[in-house]
């Protein structure tokens, strides 16, 4: 049996606020045998002296970005230091249902899989639910996934046996998350759907997912500009995204 099974990548910035319950969340999961890489980006907050306080836990390590290096940087260097074989990413201000790791291991080990993400609900500013779970597809193909962005970060798992960390790292752009799902996909993968509500997606007001316009133009560059979609396709792609991203919300 390998010494880490899992890897927890978590990029903190700023994040003093939600940072302790995230890890309290870790802390409660039902299977233990992990490794939790807390990446501080360049925090001008309390972050780095929180996260510190559990430096001289086994099994969590901290990574201190000195210059600001964004999410996609921070969560590679996270990933590069990773020493399990699954590889789990958590934003700093999310939470976790305590059997989110053992339920999604199983499943990913019963789907033979190398990509596997869940369902979640939405939560707010307290950490407290408000009652709206996103209910997700069981697989999603790349042409799928360019016409449904479901695919929450933090609820995301990989199999680096079966997937290199140099296809999951990602690129330095907007939306560098959907970006990088929508490229392995379209490398040959298939993401399988875990249809229970194990994460708990805090909207907290200035987050960039809370500004919907903004959202709406990242995801339209990402058509145009990273997948180099034409303005057809990428305007029949956003109908879909549009409506699903509603349906989200209601």
């Known amino acids: 049996m390998e010494q880490i099974p899992v890897s927890i990548v978590i990029p903190v910035h700023n994040a003093a606020r939600f940072i302790d319950d995230t890890i309290s969340s870790i802390l409660a999961q039902t299977f233990k045998n992990y490794e939790v890489i807390l990446v501080n980006d360049a925090s001008t907050d309390s972050s780095l002296e ?13 990574i201190d970005l000195k210059e600001p290096s964004g999410a996609a940087r921070t969560r590679n260097a996270g990933t590069d230091a990773a020493k399990g074989r699954y590889l789990a990413f ?6 976790w249902e305590p059997e989110k ?18 369902g979640y609900e939405f939560a707010d500013e307290n950490g407290v639910s408000i009652d709206r779970i996103v209910r997700i597809p069981s697989e999603l193909k790349y042409r799928q996934a360019l016409k449904n962005t479901t695919i929450f970060t933090s609820t995301v798992m990989f199999d680096t046996k079966k997937i290199s960390k140099d ?12 970006a990088t799902w929508w490229r392995i996909l379209k490398n040959g ?12 997606y805090r909207r907290s007001s200035g987050t ?10 990242r995801i339209w560059n990402l ?15 956003f109908v879909f995204y549009a409506f699903h991203a509603v349906w989200r919300r209601l």
């Open 167 to 178: 296809l999951i790292h990602m690129p330095d752009v907007k939306s560098e998350d959907t």
């Open 101 to 118: 790791l053992e339920e999604q291991l199983n499943f990913m080990k019963k789907k033979d899989c190398a990509f596997s993400f869940t």
């Open 208 to 217: 960039l997912s809370s500004n919907k316009a903004t959202a709406v133009k």
């Open 90 to 95: 958590l934003d700093a201000d999310d939470l």
């Open 223 to 237: 058509y145009r500009k990273e997948e180099g979609l034409s303005a057809a396709y990428s305007a029949w792609c």
């Open 50 to 62: 929180l996260i510190n306080a559990y430096a001289d836990r086994e099994n969590f390590r901290i």
């Open 189 to 200: 993968y298939t993401a399988y759907g875990l249809n229970r509500p194990l994460t708990l």
